[in-house]
């Protein structure tokens, strides 16, 4: 149901709606519903006005996706997919919430947000829209919309073990990412996340069982496979500092300690001695010092400030 603006705000006017309302879906009146009630009983059901709205989404989309729902008690479409949010939103035991706004009462809350027409569902996340849909959509696409929108508890559980990873602590993302494919099977970035860390332990047949569970592998899974050679090398002969000492022109030494290193998270020692292998010999192995390298920044993520800067480093070698 589009809207127009007028002196006094939203202006109302019908128009046909965009999914057919079954005869018997009944959007309950303002001062008397059914829906009021559930309000009452579900905590994660809930009206909002004006002066509610920054402690009712905002704030509490610190803590909780809220998914506010702008409709009015005159529109089809809204009486179509009201019913169905609250009932998938309900499904959520309240790790969602729904926020029910009726923007013939708070018309400065559908302009200040750019609702042009009703219903408008959008999804604030840590106080800002992090996705948004205008007009009725039947259940399975609304369940598919929460479900891309909405962090599930694998999720959240993967942007920490992401965090843990970028930080050094592979042993504890490795943990988290463990904890998100009990819940999640299937997900995408805990696999990657398990993959990378289990191939810095030096377990690669354990690595390589996370990569066969992915639905495609990405580029970046394929570099660090590609240093699955390099993990392989630590031992315990290997992983002291004498060694270079004794051999310092044995390349061989240098990445059997840069394994040991990479291992236990010393990545920039690591490096360091990767790239003096590439000065020495870059053909040794067959290139393995350089896919060592990439492989390394697989694990500590690509976006880690400390990637970039020996991305710098490795070119400068190469080319």
């Known amino acids: 149901m589009p809207l127009a603006q007028s002196e006094h705000g939203i202006e109302r006017r019908r128009v046909?709606?965009?999914i057919p309302a079954p005869k018997t879906a009944v959007w309950p009146q303002k001062q008397h519903t059914h829906t009021r009630d559930v309000f009452i009983?579900?905590?994660h059901i809930f009206d909002v006005t004006t002066p509610s709205f920054q402690r009712d989404v905002m704030e509490k989309s610190l803590t909780v996706p809220v998914v506010v729902d702008f409709w009015a008690a005159r529109c089809s479409p809204c009486?179509?997919?009201?019913?169905?949010?609250?009932?998938?939103?309900?499904e959520y035991g309240g790790k969602v919430v729904l926020a029910k706004v009726d923007v013939e009462s708070c018309p400065e809350l559908a302009e200040q947000y750019g609702v042009k027409g009703i219903p408008a569902v959008k999804v604030f996340v840590n106080g800002k829209v992090a996705a948004?849909?205008?007009?009725?959509?039947p259940e399975p696409q609304v369940r598919e919309f929460l479900r891309q929108a909405v962090p599930s508890r694998a999720d959240e559980l993967v942007r920490q073990a992401q965090e843990m990873r970028e930080n050094g602590r592979l042993e504890d993302a490795e943990s988290l990412a463990r904890r998100a494919l009990q819940g999640a099977p299937e997900n995408q970035g805990a696999l990657e996340i398990a993959a990378a860390t289990a191939l810095a332990a030096g377990r690669v047949d354990e690595s390589l069982d996370f990569v066969n569970r992915m639905e495609s592998v990405p580029k970046d899974i394929q570099f660090l496979m590609d240093g699955a050679e390099f993990w392989r090398m630590c031992a315990e002969a290997?992983?002291?500092?004498?060694?270079?000492?004794r051999l310092p022109q044995d390349p061989e030494a240098k990445m059997s300690l840069a394994a040991c290193l990479a291992s236990k998270g010393e990545f920039p020692q690591a490096l360091n001695l990767l790239l003096e292998v590439i000065e020495t010999d870059k053909s040794f192995r067959d290139?393995?010092?350089r896919k060592a390298i990439v492989s390394i920044f697989v694990v500590m993520g690509l976006t880690n400030p400390v990637v970039r800067?020996?991305?710098?480093r490795l070119a400068q070698l190469l080319f």
């Open 287 to 289: 290139g393995l010092a």
């Open 16 to 18: 046909a709606p965009l």
């Open 79 to 90: 009486q179509v997919l009201g019913p169905i949010l609250e009932k998938v939103v309900g």
């Open 41 to 43: 009983v579900e905590q």
């Open 132 to 137: 948004e849909f205008t007009g009725a959509m």
């Open 309 to 312: 800067e020996y991305q710098s």
């Open 238 to 245: 290997a992983d002291d500092e004498k060694t270079i000492a």
